[in-house]
């Protein structure tokens, strides 16, 4: 039973909706959209079963506006609604589904072979729309990325927000496009051999705009989340609160065609059923592959808990992948010196080698950020099963001001933390503009209409930065300047250090595809040695027919790497500090011949193959 309103041709729609509680239900059509002889304003009367399910059909057409009435005298939006172009008060609009794909030879990017870049629609872009993304992808597919990574899209408040206060989980916000410009940005990415997925939200309803509660339990009081009651996974009634989300994960993959859906913060989906929603969903999306190819699941959780990725036959979710927070951490902590917050965790080399070694740095260790022991054991985890990253839409926009790497860090250590992060065993992403090392901060920013809300809203993020002790007035959410502050500008990377910096990301995307010792995503398949007392680390890697080595210096000054090291003859492929790369030139050797010491540049990668 798919929910909303769905057009089935010839004038013909029908309309359905989970109301358990109410006694009537009738869908009010408010314009039929031309001179024909329906009245242009028409109640009908909807239909219930033994599930609280409302269902008519009747005439109507695409661009019809419609709202549900509840028991004769409340009006609300549909809760399934796929367009809302009048905003999130407004009422819905009967969209037709149909579309002209020309994919239909795409077969997906494997999960390993991914290179990810996270972008927000509203500010990759002056436009800040879907078809202004269409004139990007040939820089993208150049750059080496063959997966973009949509920040939500369900319709939220008024024109600027991130996208976590979507109201609407099935409609496209208006002013990215609607419904058709998503369609046509994943249909011109498919052509252009990149995957697309979407960050949905699951844990969670924006607080404005969100009639759910008009409807049915939706929610439930036996848990509470940063953001009020926890949508109801496992209390009465529940069922039909888990389809609604169900079908709205197979309606991106299906009608949208998405590749992906990253499932924003599973940890505060509070669900203790004997089969949880987020394993259920997990065996809805594996079906799909039956008729088309692999879809995939990638979490985010702050859990460090295995239980997330592996399968449903050793007592997990069987999602694919997560992101790996304990790898970011780990390097922005030794590339900033930052110790506050949840830095207080990491800081040395040590923590960042268990992170190449295993992905968790806290894999049951006592965590000081936390007080109390952090995380299980993923030795049985495969690496394609971790998306890392040296920052993304959290680690910078929930910084005070916004700042991204290229505001803490020199050149030098940009092009480390770059190598850090693509020359890993694991699944890499970037954060837009990050490869040219984009100046411009990315701040929270929303666009509510509730004056109450919006001081709610300015006092949380106050509140949030506490722990940090980071000095300074806190941005504006809800001011325009703050969104416009955020956008890009794509034209720095075209000159000077941006555009080395971009060559550098796109050599070390290359060497990731094209040396299979770095394509081979396996930590069994590697060694990782730290430098006692020192930053410093190197990377065995290896296949049967290939191997390399890599080096990072972390130190400030030049770093020597001593033998022992895999015995053979060792060629050398980059060195991030050659003058080619606007370094202050390389001193490691170009050639490794026995017992011969390897001195690093401050601040450097190396990368040696046999």
């Known amino acids: 039973m798919k929910l909303g309103s769905q057009y089935l041709g010839n004038d013909q729609c029908q309309f359905t909706v989970w109301a358990p509680q109410r006694e009537a ?7 039929f959209g031309d001179s024909s002889s329906l009245p242009s304003d028409r109640l009908i009367p909807m239909h219930q079963d033994d599930r609280g399910y409302w269902q008519v059909t009747t005439r109507a057409r695409p661009g019809t506006p419609y709202r549900y009435q509840l028991d004769r005298e409340l009006e609300r939006p549909d809760p399934a609604s796929q367009w809302q172009p009048q905003g999130v008060h407004g009422p819905s609009f009967v969209v037709d589904p149909a579309f002209k ?64 206060d979507g109201v609407y989980p099935y409609a496209v916000q208006d002013t990215y496009g609607g419904p058709v410009g998503l369609k046509t940005l994943v249909n011109a990415c498919h052509q252009a051999g990149i995957a697309v997925i979407l960050d949905v939200v699951y844990n969670h309803l924006g607080p404005e705009g969100n009639y759910l509660w008009d409807y049915g339990p939706y929610f439930t009081e036996k848990y509470k989340t940063p953001w009020g009651s926890a949508v109801n996974f496992d209390d009465a009634d529940s069922d039909e609160v888990r389809q609604y989300f169900l079908e709205n994960a197979l309606y991106w993959l299906g009608d949208f065609h998405i590749d992906a859906l990253r499932l924003d913060a599973v940890h505060a989906i509070y669900d203790f059923s004997a089969q949880p929603f987020l394993q259920e969903l997990a065996d809805r999306v594996a079906a799909l592959a039956d008729t088309t190819y692999q879809r995939y699941l990638i979490a985010e959780s702050d859990l460090n808990d295995t239980r997330v990725i592996r399968p449903k036959s050793s007592g ?48 049951g260790e006592y ?3 936390r007080r109390r022991r952090h995380g299980n054991d993923p030795r049985n985890c495969a690496a394609e099963q971790f998306v890392v990253c040296c920052q993304n839409h959290d680690q910078v926009g929930n910084r005070l001001a916004g700042e991204r790497l290229s505001h803490l860090l020199d050149f030098e250590r940009l092009k480390l933390a770059a190598g850090a992060t693509l020359l890993s065993p694991f699944v890499p992403m970037l954060f837009m503009g990050e490869e040219y090392g984009e100046t411009a901060p990315f701040l929270y920013f929303v666009s509510h209409g509730d004056a109450n809300l919006i001081a709610a809203v300015r006092q949380g993020r106050a509140e949030e930065f506490k722990s940090f002790h980071w000095q300074g007035e806190v941005p504006d959410p809800q001011s325009v300047e703050v969104f416009q502050q955020s956008k890009l500008d794509e034209s720095r990377s075209r000159q000077g250090q941006p555009s080395v910096l971009r060559s550098f990301y796109k050599q070390l995307i290359q060497l990731r595809r094209t040396v299979p010792a770095l394509a081979n995503l396996d930590t069994r398949s590697q060694t990782v040695v730290t430098l006692p007392d020192q ?11 290939n191997q390399v080595l890599l080096y990072l210096n972390f130190a400030p000054t030049a770093l020597p790497f001593a033998a022992p090291r895999p015995p053979g003859s060792w060629q050398r492929l980059l060195d991030s500090a050659d003058r080619q790369w606007a370094g202050t ?7 490794l011949q026995d017992a011969v010491t390897v001195t690093l540049a401050p601040h450097s990668v190396v990368l040696y193959q046999a």
């Open 25 to 31: 239900v009738a869908v009010h059509l408010l314009d």
């Open 101 to 164: 794909w020309q994919d239909a030879d795409w077969r997906g990017i494997p999960l390993a072979q991914m290179v990810i870049y996270e972008l927000h629609v509203g500010t990759f872009t002056p436009a800040g729309t879907f078809a202004a993304i269409l004139d990007r992808l040939p820089d993208l597919v150049d750059l080496g990325i063959n997966a973009i990574e949509l920040m939500p899209v369900a319709q939220y408040p008024g024109d600027r927000n991130w996208g976590y």
């Open 316 to 363: 997990g979710w069987g999602h694919d992948a997560q992101w790996c927070d304990d790898f970011h951490h780990a390097l922005h902590s030794l590339l900033t010196g930052e110790k506050s917050g949840y830095y207080l965790d990491f800081g040395s080399i040590e923590h960042l080698a268990q992170a190449y070694r295993r992905g968790y740095v806290y894999a």
């Open 367 to 369: 965590s000081a950020h």
């Open 535 to 545: 930053p410093g680390l190197w990377l065995h890697r290896w296949t049967a027919a």
């Open 585 to 591: 030139g390389a001193i490691a050797p170009p050639t």
